[in-house]
């Protein structure tokens, strides 16, 4: 069963010059390495989601390989600089995932 993640990112409005910044060095980092997954993001312009989130999304096979890369992420080390700049501009976060149904 195929899997979609979403990252839901709210941040600080007042950083979000500085958020979008480093937002695209994640998406250089997926770009330059072909060990990353290659997401899509997303901002609302309507809906419930505010206009300060961003949604990062990526498509899995399974639900063990979207955890996996939760797990990979999250100890790479060139990923984790990025994170802990970006970090404190974050008011919320949250992991959603999504069964894809293919009928």
């Known amino acids: 069963m195929s899997m ?4 839901v990112q709210r941040f600080e409005m007042r950083n979000q010059k ?3 910044e480093l937002e695209r060095s994640f998406a250089e980092l997926e770009r330059r390495r ?3 997954v290659k997401g899509r993001r997303l901002r609302p312009i309507a809906g419930p989601e505010p206009v300060n989130t961003l949604i990062w ?3 899995f096979p399974d639900l063990k390989a ?4 939760l797990d990979f992420s999250g ?3 060139e990923h ?3 994170y802990v ?3 404190p501009f974050f008011e919320a976060v949250r992991i959603e995932f999504y069964e894809k149904l293919d009928y």
């Open 80 to 82: 984790e600089s990025l």
């Open 4 to 7: 979609t993640l979403r990252l």
């Open 34 to 36: 072909p060990d990353y």
């Open 18 to 20: 500085e958020f979008l």
């Open 57 to 59: 999304e990526g498509d």
């Open 85 to 87: 700049r970006q970090a």
């Open 66 to 69: 979207a955890r996996d890369w």
């Open 75 to 77: 100890g790479d080390s």
